[in-house]
T-cell receptor, first 109, second 114 residues
Framework: RKEVEQDPGPFNVPEGATVAFNCTYSNSASQSFFWYRQDCRKEPKLLMSVYSSGNEDGRFTAQLNRASQYISLLIRDSKLSDSATYLCVVNARFQKLVFGTGTRLLVSP | EAQVTQNPRYLITVTGKKLTVTCSQNMNHEYMSWYRQDPGLGLRQIYYSMNVEVTDKGDVPEGYKVSRKEKRNFPLILESPSPNQTSLYFC?????????????FGPGTRLTVT
């Protein structure tokens, strides 16, 4: 089983739609969770950290479910500029981040 | 401007010809890391460094070397490149290495080994 698993997509949605991605992780001792965004083979950039209580940043909401070992990212009112690959990242072991392979989102007019 | 720089951005080379990819950060970060990204495999860590003169292997260290003589620089060395090292390489840095801090990535180096 992969340490971090994501549905590769692509998720094709129209502008204005709400879309959600899930990511599962295997190490129950993981402490830190993040969503990174990567545009077309450019460098990944932090989108948001994921806190136990859940957190929201504008149109983006991240949730953590420790019991089921998954994190989620919800994007409301999708924009064309949201088209990218979203990487789930977990601090699975001390000093080490494990990256998922990413979920590709395509937002169309 | 806070940034991580890598050079070269693109490199085509032949099997066995030693090469170095440089990485430099201007944020005084302690932790630096090298990743490779391949289709379907995601980002995999090659080596990381907790601080000057402190380096350790990541998940895929074979065929690579690193050094950390200065805090700002973390070069990646391929002593004898092979075609299976054709990949997109990213250098990253962060304030600390606990995994709880944002990683800042360089723009990437696309390497082709023929």
């Amino acid at each position: 089983r992969k340490e971090v698993e994501q549905d590769p997509g692509p998720f094709n949605v129209p502008e204005g739609a709400t879309v959600a991605f899930n990511c599962t992780y295997s190490n129950s001792a993981s402490q830190s969770f993040f969503w990174y965004r990567q545009d077309c083979r450019k460098e990944p950039k932090l989108l948001m950290s994921v806190y136990s209580s859940g957190n929201e940043d504008g149109r983006f909401t991240a949730q953590l479910n420790r019991a089921s070992q998954y994190i989620s990212l919800l994007i409301r009112d999708s924009k064309l500029s949201d088209s990218a690959t979203y990487l789930c990242v977990v601090n699975a072991r001390f000093q080490k981040l494990v990256f998922g392979t990413g979920t590709r989102l395509l937002v169309s007019p | 401007e806070a940034q991580v720089t890598q050079n070269p951005r693109y490199l085509i080379t032949v099997t066995g010809k030693k090469l170095t990819v440089t990485c430099s950060q201007n944020m005084n970060h302690e932790y630096m890391s090298w990743y490779r990204q391949d289709p379907g495999l995601g980002l995999r860590q090659i080596y990381y460094s907790m601080n000057v003169e402190v380096t350790d292997k990541g998940d895929v260290p074979e065929g690579y070397k690193v050094s950390r003589k200065e805090k700002r620089n973390f070069p990646l060395i391929l002593e004898s490149p092979s075609p299976n090292q054709t990949s997109l390489y990213f250098c990253a840095s962060s304030f600390r290495g606990t995994g709880a801090y944002e990683q800042y990535f360089g723009p990437g180096t696309r390497l082709t080994v023929t």
